[in-house]
Nanobody, 126 residues
Framework: VQLQASGGGLVQPGGSLRLSCRASGFAVDDYAIGWFRQAPGRERTGVSCISNSDRRTYYADSVSGRFTISRDKDANMVYLTMSSLKPEDTGVYYC????????????????????WGQGTQVTVSS
């Protein structure tokens, strides 16, 4: 199981960015998928996820309404589309996956994920 995140960069406040996560060794439709971020000096926290328990999407309160997680089964890719970006969205973004069933609570928690990508830096600044 491997994940490769990309698409990060420097964007102005209010701007948009789409992160991509290329998956290999497993089918994105079968596993729980999560996006997490880590700001400098802070813990890694859940941003958004797709539960493999109920197949629904979930978001942290801080990004709800601005971020959208999606997956392309044919391409075996996962995306995080971010809009109305704020400086507090700055951090390294990681995609992660887990085969075990994760419900709406667990799928936003780092502790349940066994497989992680390498991270991509997102900086929101004017």
């Amino acid at each position: 199981v491997q994940l490769q995140a990309s698409g990060g960069g420097l964007v102005q406040p209010g701007g948009s960015l789409r992160l991509s996560c290329r998956a290999s060794g497993f089918a994105v439709d079968d596993y729980a998928i999560g996006w997490f971020r880590q700001a400098p000096g802070r813990e890694r926290t859940g941003v958004s996820c797709i539960s493999n328990s109920d197949r629904r999407t979930y978001y942290a309160d801080s990004v709800s309404g601005r971020f959208t997680i999606s997956r392309d089964k044919d391409a075996n890719m996962v995306y995080l589309t971010m809009s109305s970006l704020k400086p507090e969205d700055t951090g390294v973004y990681y995609c992660a996956t887990e085969r075990a069933l994760l419900d709406r609570i667990a799928c936003l928690q780092t502790m349940w994920y066994d497989y992680w990508g390498q991270g991509t830096q997102v900086t929101v600044s004017s």
